[in-house]
């Protein structure tokens, strides 16, 4: 089945610069890969996600690239801000397929210093 | 609108005791997950419903954990006889289609169990 591995475990950066978040899967039939931000308390939420058709996508200030190749992807923070400390967590799946659930990653807790 | 909502917010139960955990998904959705998440970890999937076909139940992690849907409203998971180390947040999510291919997930804020 898939797995999925995320790194780092933890990131701490100053506000305003970049945070990168990697995952790598080895489904190779994994197709969907979203990202989700989760805070204290709270269930994750959906902050983006790609397709295995599309190599980047983009949406303010964060963006998600995928090497279908190398089979990992990558979560991109510009500027970051305090409330992007979050835990994030990646994920991939099959759609089209039987199974019904995503696989996820073990989480990156990111703590932005102001 | 509503969210997903999940009941109760924490649960704190003696080994050995049964625990119902209950979940209100978004009106609409057909899709229904449950993960667990414990502390400091990823979230570990459990089961999925979707419609009227049977659940995958293959993320279960023993029999004395199991789970209902009636149609498309609300699911219960039922813990028996429950471990220390089942204490966990478990997580409920639902979606509009299966396979979040064109509808993600959305999730409750979790049931925090804790048994003692």
């Known amino acids: 089945g898939e797995n999925v591995e995320q790194h780092p475990s933890t990131l701490s950066v100053q506000e305003g610069d970049s945070a990168v978040i990697k995952c790598t899967y080895s489904d190779s039939a994994s197709n969907y890969f979203p990202w989700y931000k989760q805070e204290l308390g709270k269930g994750p939420q959906l902050i983006i996600d790609i397709r295995s058709n599309v190599g980047e996508k983009k949406d303010q200030r964060i963006a998600v690239t995928l090497n279908k190749t190398a089979k990992h992807f990558s979560l991109h923070i510009t500027e970051t801000q305090p409330e992007d400390s979050a835990v994030y967590f990646c994920?991939?799946?099959?759609?089209?397929?039987?199974?019904?659930?995503?696989?996820f990653g073990k989480g990156t807790k990111l703590s932005v210093k102001p | 609108g509503a969210g997903v909502s999940q009941s109760p917010s924490n649960k704190v139960t003696e080994k050995g005791k049964d625990v119902e955990l209950r979940c209100d998904p978004i009106?609409?959705?057909?899709?229904l997950y449950w993960y667990r998440q414990r502390l400091g970890q990823g979230l570990e999937f459990l089961i999925y419903f979707q419609g009227n076909s049977a659940p995958d139940k293959s993320g279960l992690p023993s029999d004395r954990f199991s789970a209902e849907r009636t149609g498309e409203s609300v699911s219960t998971l039922t813990i028996q006889r429950t471990q220390q180390e089942d204490s966990a947040v478990y997580l409920c999510?639902?979606?509009?289609?299966?396979?979040?291919?064109?509808?993600?997930?959305?999730f409750g804020n979790g049931t925090r169990l804790t048994v003692t």
């Open positions: 009106s609409g959705h057909t899709a």
């Open positions: 999510a639902s979606s509009l289609v299966p396979r979040t291919a064109d509808s993600p997930l959305h």
């Open positions: 994920a991939a799946s099959r759609y089209g397929g039987s199974q019904g659930n995503l696989i």
